[in-house]
């Protein structure tokens, strides 16, 4: 087999050859909540060095934070998300971190919104876009379902769509009920 030393190896992921991804869909930031009556000065991810925090098991936020929550924050792992507000709302945790609009739907069926913030800036800043099987006859659609997304995202469609999704979810919450 006969390889070529011209060009570089390729950096692009398998998967960005196996699927086609659509504009953004929407912003999805990881979070660092606090306590609402105990803020603390926070800039950067080093600031949470020394203090106590904590995540709901098995939750991931990216290889680059995950590496640095690994090997220089103090972070402890509980069951659920619910455990881990509770041990915050307790002064177990001075933080904890998990996805901004998963913290915003609990603490929205719980009701506790009242009494936990999540620190700015946000941790990390990742983007939900959707991913078309390139090899699909779906895929054919990805420019008018990126003019679909444009004209959602100009209306304000999607913020609104997930503002009532959170009233929604606090009216019926599903998530640690039988």
Same mark, same amino acid.
């Given at each position: 087999?006969?390889?070529?030393?011209?060009?570089?190896?390729?950096?692009?992921?398998?998967?960005?050859?196996?699927?086609?991804?659509?504009?953004?869909?929407?912003?999805?930031?990881?979070?660092?909540?606090?306590?609402?009556?105990?803020?603390?000065?926070? #800039?950067?991810?080093?600031? *949470? @060095?020394?203090?106590?925090?904590?995540?709901?098991? &098995?939750?991931?936020? =990216?290889? !680059?934070?995950?590496?640095?929550?690994?090997?220089?924050?103090?972070?402890?792992?509980?069951?659920?998300?619910?455990? #881990?507000?509770?041990?915050? *709302? @307790?002064?177990?945790?001075?933080?904890?971190?998990? &996805?901004?609009?998963? =913290?915003? !739907?609990?603490?929205?069926?719980?009701?506790?919104?009242?009494?936990?913030?999540?620190?700015?800036?946000?941790?990390?800043?990742?983007?939900?876009?959707?991913?078309?099987?390139?090899?699909?006859?779906?895929?054919?659609?990805?420019?008018?379902?990126?003019?679909?997304?444009?004209?959602?995202?100009?209306?304000?469609?999607?913020?609104?769509?997930?503002?009532?999704?959170?009233?929604?979810?606090?009216?019926?919450?599903?998530?640690?009920?039988?």
């Amino acid at each position: 087999m006969a390889t070529s030393t011209s060009s570089p190896p390729s950096k692009i992921p398998r998967s960005a050859s196996f699927l086609l991804f659509s504009e953004l869909v929407l912003n999805n930031p990881v979070a660092a909540f606090v306590k609402k009556d105990h803020p603390m000065p926070y #800039a950067k991810w080093e600031d *949470l @060095a020394g203090l106590r925090g904590g995540i709901a098991r &098995g939750n991931r936020f =990216g290889s !680059a934070f995950d590496e640095y929550m690994d090997n220089r924050l103090h972070i402890n792992e509980t069951d659920n998300l619910e455990t #881990a507000f509770n041990m915050l *709302l @307790a002064n177990r945790f001075d933080y904890v971190i998990t &996805g901004y609009h998963v =913290g915003q !739907a609990y603490m929205a069926s719980a009701n506790i919104d009242d009494k936990l913030v999540p620190l700015q800036p946000f941790l990390i800043d990742s983007q939900n876009l959707f991913g078309f099987v390139a090899q699909s006859p779906c895929a054919v659609h990805l420019s008018a379902f990126n003019k679909q997304l444009e004209k959602l995202h100009k209306e304000g469609f999607i913020e609104r769509a997930l503002l009532q999704a959170r009233a929604d979810w606090r009216k019926a919450p599903v998530i640690g009920k039988n």
